[in-house]
């Protein structure tokens, strides 16, 4: 049972307001101090412009974010975090936020690379796909990645299936994705149809879901079908390719009818990595399994004798796109932590010293001549 130091008038619709946004037993635990010091705890649903809008037990507060803006981009509150708030005044600031179960972080467009977290506290990442535009199974990859990263359990959902009529060629499409995908869910919907959002719906009762995609991808039409009502703007989508207008704007997180909370995110024009190399070990699973069956621990899976992955692909056990995406979104990421850490880019630069040196030798040998 949650306890009764939630300052409200009515302690049992206290416990229901917080519960239905995802407080629990730990949570409860874990804000303790802060209710020894007269703060309230509320689920954070919108962050802009230095201020935020907080779910209390009392409903939406609004409130300012100054005492936790740190110089770290990381660290700012974000949408799904779990907030300690003044129990009053005007204005009414957050004094911190609990520890994040989980963080959806991507690298930024910028020249200096920060990361940027998108989502915390985050059960199920919902990655849309639409079926009106060719699979770009790169694409993802790169959200699984990130997604497996968070800690959060991913589910790629395959939006606008009614435009896909024959029921083999969309099969053949889920086989792809599926392959692209071990150990993921693979769901098709149709928000027009209403095909298959009966089960999405049973899958983020559950717990906290983040809608995750590019433009175009049916992120609100869907996020409209879950809701039950016409929440979030649509726009048409191009049909010369698939792209639509950003119709989310900032991150929200709303309630579901059937039970847990939704957070909708704006239509991501890039996805970049931010250290995230074990979510990219878990997407390409068989890839690590292959390698460890190399002759050599740090088999780089170039042209090294007794490369298991490599043998793999020689027998078509593994494709070849699998190898070259595997091999990019691992380059992409180490050059991503780098850039934040000076040991490991002093390393990269000796192992590149180490190989064209390697590569000068073999090419003097060819040649006959001497390196």
Known sequence: MFNASLNTSSTSDAQHVLASYGWDEGWEAEFAPYTAQGLVPGRVVRVDRGQCDVMTADGIVRADTAFVTPHDPLRVICTGDWAAVEAAGNPRYVRTYLPRRTAFVRSTSSQRSEGQILAANVDHAIIAVSLAVELDLGRIERFLALAWESGAQPLVVLTKADLVP???????????????????????????????????AAVVAGGTSVLLGISGAGKSTLANALLGADVMEVRATRDVDGKGRHTTTTRNLLALPGGGVLIDTPGLRGVGLWDAEAGVGQVFSEIEEYAARCRFHDCAHEAEPGCAVLAAVGSGELPERRLESYRKLMRENQRIVAKTDARLRSEIRRDWRLKSAVGRANHAAKRGGRA
């Open 166 to 200: 024959d029921p083999v060629t969309l099969a053949h499409l889920v086989q792809d994705v599926e392959t692209t995908a071990p150990g993921v869910g693979v769901l098709t919907v149709s928000s027009h149809t209403g095909e298959g959002t009966d089960v999405l």
